[in-house]
């Protein structure tokens, strides 16, 4: 357990619908980071939230959004799905003023039917 | 722009051998850090080493070290006595810090296979 919680670990949905991508994490790190990878890619950067706050943006489509809380869990909100939106969705966080070595989640599959 | 380039897309090693994976960058920034990560078939996201650009002596973990050449910007992964448990997607990734935040950039990754 990586200490970095994702929740589900698996969605299927249909084309067009909505859904809601849940991380919680590591316990003292503020700055949580969205990554989408699909099969067989590498990882793309979505977006990424400092205590609340939007900080850095990435490849991330209109149709996606993201919102970090008080309590420092954070909501990837994917809608008007796609099948190419079929993909593993990671959640990361790190520790403040340390840079970089990323805590990872265990993702998130999504799968677009 | 900062960038991070894995040249190799795919290797093998024999079980109990070594190998190495290369990874270079490119950055203006002075004070960074590399990493190499493993993604194993669970597809789970293990931080393997960490290396602090500012230090000249190379990490070391275990049967993971790396070969890093600031000069060059290259940061090499050697895998010694190579295990079957080493099979994964490696991706090497650099960071710096942005005001209060940091980013960091993936590159491709290269898969490793473990043979028997």
């Known amino acids: 357990d990586s200490g970095v919680t994702q929740t589900p670990k698996h969605l299927i949905t249909a084309t067009g619908q909505r859904v809601t991508l849940r991380c919680s994490p590591r316990?003292?790190?503020?700055?949580v980071y969205w990554y989408q990878q699909s099969l067989d890619q590498g990882l793309q950067f979505l977006i990424q939230y400092y205590n609340g706050e939007e900080r850095a943006k990435g490849n991330i489509l209109e149709r996606f959004s993201a919102q970090q809380f008080p309590d420092l869990h954070s909501e990837l909100n994917l809608s008007s799905l796609e099948l190419g939106d079929s993909a593993l969705y990671f959640c990361?966080?790190?520790?403040?003023?340390?840079?970089?070595?990323?805590?990872f989640g265990s993702g998130t599959r999504l799968t677009v039917v | 722009a900062q960038t991070v380039t894995q040249s190799q897309p795919e290797m093998s090693v024999q079980e109990a051998e070594t190998v190495t994976l290369s990874c270079t960058y490119d950055t203006s920034e002075n004070n960074y850090y590399l990493f190499w990560y493993k993604q194993p078939p669970s597809r789970q996201m293990i931080l393997v080493i960490r290396?602090?650009?500012?230090?000249?002596q190379n990490a070391t973990e275990n049967r993971f070290s790396v070969n890093f050449q600031k000069a060059a910007k290259s940061f090499s992964l050697k895998i010694s006595d190579s295990q079957l448990g080493d099979t994964a997607m490696y991706f090497c990734?650099?960071?710096?810090?942005?005001?209060?935040?940091?980013?960091?950039?993936f590159g491709p990754g290269t898969s490793l296979s473990v043979i028997p």
């Open positions: 316990s003292g790190d503020l700055s």
């Open positions: 290396q602090e650009a500012y230090k000249q």
């Open positions: 990734a650099f960071s710096f810090m942005k005001t209060s935040y940091d980013k960091v950039i």
């Open positions: 990361a966080s790190s520790v403040p003023g340390r840079t970089g070595g990323y805590t």
